[in-house]
């Protein structure tokens, strides 16, 4: 059922076929005294409906089954939106669990929640500050399509009107070298999550719904479509926007450009790595990203998404921002460069 999904996550990132099909190794729901049922609305405790309301974002619910799972009770919902089917789960006590792919993988989960203190950068780093660390390091821009171009001196600067957009066609090694660079790191899958999530598993780092007012993504109606805004754009002083930062006064986690984060991915990170500061596998053959896109549909700019591609390549629907170790998530960050 979850088909559709499978393909919008090739699609964003462009991970190859053969990786999400051999992903599969779930073993979800088939340990023995676990059980399953369908069930009505009626049947579903208020705490857990609230839960649902809040992710279904408008959508209808198809299905609802009642399972057990290693002694717990969860529910899952099958929703329909927008020609789309998800697959969401809540535990009995209302706590959102995120969703199932195909393969029986958890996409997102509350481990986001626990993720300790960290600061996280207010905006997606820009095209001005990119090309400060090309100038700094000596590098190649990687890419001629993104907005950075040589001037007369040899050094880098943004295209004229392009400062404050955010950096895209840079590969993982470029967004972790820029970080490194600025005495930062890239934020970890869950550091990213929590400072989108906060700790009320909203789906959106505003709160519940997505419109045009909120975030950039594909048709969103925005000044600049069909292409990127600048950064902290829905700040509600720019004309038919809302002020929509995450509850850590963090921007755009949702659209204009995914992000790359530190971890490699695994459809199975969720699950198999450790509830708190998970930093994904040892290794593998791509790394995490989130927040999905300009490019995108609202529907995958929900906070729980995950998405992957290999450290190597650039996309014109990519960028990152920076995080370090202590003290707070986001709300007084100061960027290192303006
Ligand atoms: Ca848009
Ligand atoms: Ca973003």
Same mark, same amino acid.
């Given at each position: ?13 462009? &991970? ?15 340990? =023995? ?23 279904? $974002? ?17 529910? +899952? ?28 993988? &958890?996409?997102?989960? +509350? ?28 590098? @190649? ?11 007369? *001196? ?38 990213? +999550? ?13 709160? @519940? ?21 600048? $950064? ?13 930062? =995450? ?13 790359? $984060? ?24 791509? #790394?995490?990203? #989130? ?11 929900? =906070? ?11 996309? *014109?629907?990519?960028?990152? #921002? ?17």
């Amino acid at each position: 059922m979850f088909k559709k999904f499978c393909i919008a996550v090739l699609v964003i990132f462009g &991970i190859s076929t053969v990786f999400c099909a051999a992903s599969g190794a779930g073993e979800h729901g088939g340990k =023995s005294g676990n059980w399953e049922k369908k069930i009505k609305w009626a049947k579903v405790p208020a705490v857990v409906q609230a839960a649902i309301e809040k992710h279904t $974002v408008g959508g209808k619910i198809t299905e609802i089954v009642k399972k057990s799972e290693d002694g717990k009770i969860v529910y +899952e919902f099958e929703v329909q939106k927008d020609g789309k089917e998800l697959d969401l789960r809540v535990a009995s006590d209302g706590t959102y669990l995120g969703e199932e792919d195909a393969e029986g993988n &958890i996409t997102g989960s +509350e481990a986001g929640a626990q993720a300790d203190k960290t600061w996280i950068d207010k905006f997606e780093v820009t095209n001005a500050q990119f090309a400060t660390f090309l100038n700094a390091k000596n590098a @190649d821009r990687f890419d001629e399509q993104m907005e950075i171009e040589p001037g007369p *001196d040899g050094t880098y600067g943004a295209e004229a009107g392009r400062e404050r957009f955010p950096v895209r066609y840079v590969d993982w090694h470029g967004a972790a070298g820029f970080c490194r660079w600025a005495g930062k790191r890239l934020p970890t899958e869950a550091e990213w +999550e929590k400072a989108a999530r906060g700790t009320d598993g909203r789906p959106f780092p505003w709160g @519940d719904a997505i419109d045009g007012s909120r975030a950039n993504f594909l048709s969103s109606g925005d000044p600049y479509d069909e292409g990127t805004t600048p $950064v902290g754009f829905y700040d509600g002083k720019n004309p038919g926007t809302q002020d929509s930062p =995450s509850p850590y006064g963090v921007y755009d986690l949702a659209g204009n450009v995914g992000e790359w $984060v530190a971890d490699w991915y695994a459809p199975d990170a969720y699950q198999t790595g450790p509830s708190r500061n998970p930093t994904g596998p040892a290794a593998g053959q791509a #790394r995490s990203g #989130r927040g999905a896109s300009w490019q995108h549909p609202p529907e995958l700019l929900r =906070s729980t998404m995950r998405y992957s591609g290999r450290p190597d390549a650039r996309y *014109d629907y990519v960028g990152f #921002r920076c995080a370090r170790d202590g003290g707070q998530m986001a709300r007084l960050f100061q960027q290192r460069f303006s």
